[in-house]
């Protein structure tokens, strides 16, 4: 079985929008504890076709034992200071990935806009790594880490993780932020759409951007 009930909303959008694609590269952010990671890899289909899944998470996870194969890594780290080119060293041939997911949510506080704006700020750091936000206000610490990268895939890494034609999955907590996160996104992806799974809980304010094909 799965390992948590989060399974069932990435069947369903997996169901509705054939995200993952045999054989594909998938980047699971917040992936604890690994129910998502089941789902992905058994979206791969069978080992032949290849494919990867890599997941991220602040606590340490283990690769799930039923539905998941070699296929599967797991980091522990925070998503919001690791190093773009870090996350592409983890990409097959450090080419990037052709899915990211975020189920990544914050510490809930209980005060509703507190928890909302913390979440917009998990998003579009998921965002960045995925596609790269240059209209958007740099923190100062990511400042520092360009300046102090100078490699050759630094130029590169401002561009985000995702490949074209790639797909991308955001949890966000709903406020009046959500539309205007949205609408960023509306311009890099071919389609966008917000859902609310089946299996979220009716008193969870959860709800989930579903990118596809990435410009
Ligand atoms: N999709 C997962 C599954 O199906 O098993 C469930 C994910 S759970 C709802 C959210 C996760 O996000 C938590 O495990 C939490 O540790 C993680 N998380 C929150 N902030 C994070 C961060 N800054 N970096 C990495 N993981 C983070």
């Not at 089946?198 to 008193?203: C, E």
Request: charged share 25%; net charge positive; glycine share 8%.
């Amino acid at each position: 079985g799965y390992l948590a009930r989060s399974a069932f909303k990435l069947l369903q959008m997996q169901n509705k929008y054939k995200l993952i694609k045999p054989g594909a590269s998938v980047l699971d952010l917040g992936c604890a504890p690994g129910a998502w990671l089941q789902v992905a890899c058994q979206s791969l289909g069978p080992l032949k076709n290849g494919g990867a899944v890599v997941g991220i998470d602040l606590k340490k996870v283990k690769v799930p034992s039923v539905h998941c194969d070699s296929r599967v890594q797991t980091v522990c780290a925070d998503v919001t200071n690791f190093p773009k080119g870090q996350a592409r060293a983890l990409s097959p041939k450090g080419k990037g990935f052709s899915v990211i997911l975020s189920d990544m949510c914050p510490l809930v506080s209980g005060v509703t806009t507190k928890d909302a704006a913390l979440s917009i700020e998990l998003g579009m750091r998921a965002l960045d790594l995925a596609i790269g936000t240059p209209d958007l206000p740099v923190q100062d610490d990511d400042i520092c880490e360009e300046k102090q990268s100078d490699g050759p895939s630094s130029e590169a890494d401002e561009n985000g993780i995702l490949r074209p034609g790639g797909n991308l999955v955001i949890k966000l907590l709903e406020s009046e932020d959500v539309q205007e996160f949205s609408q960023i996104c509306k311009s890099r992806f071919k389609k966008s759409a917000l859902l609310r799974p089946k299996a979220t809980r009716s008193s969870s304010r959860e709800i989930y951007l579903i990118c596809q094909d990435l410009r």
